[in-house]
């Protein structure tokens, strides 16, 4: 399970959509998605939470449990 793509979803957004809310890129969007970033700018986070209305703490949790989700899967 996904929970930022499952919140992204929630909030009935793509994820070009998401990008250009929080201003990230989507190339970055895709890759925190699929858990292939393994290091986030404070900015990232903090712009991402906004969209998704929670504080980056929160947001920081969630990424890097979907990384080691990938990472047990394979």
């Not at 992204?8 to 895709?30: D, F, H, I, W």
């Not at 990232?44 to 939470?49: C, G, P, Q």
Request: proline letters at 3%.
């Amino acid at each position: 399970m996904n929970k930022i793509k499952d919140r992204r979803n929630e909030l009935v957004m793509t994820q070009a959509e998401l990008a250009e809310a929080s201003g990230v890129s989507l190339k970055t969007v895709v890759k925190i998605e699929t858990g292939k970033i393994q290091n986030f700018h404070p900015k990232t986070l903090r712009s991402l939470a906004t969209v998704f209305g929670c504080v980056p703490a929160e947001l920081y949790h969630y990424i890097k449990e979907a990384q080691i989700g990938n990472q047990t899967r394979g």
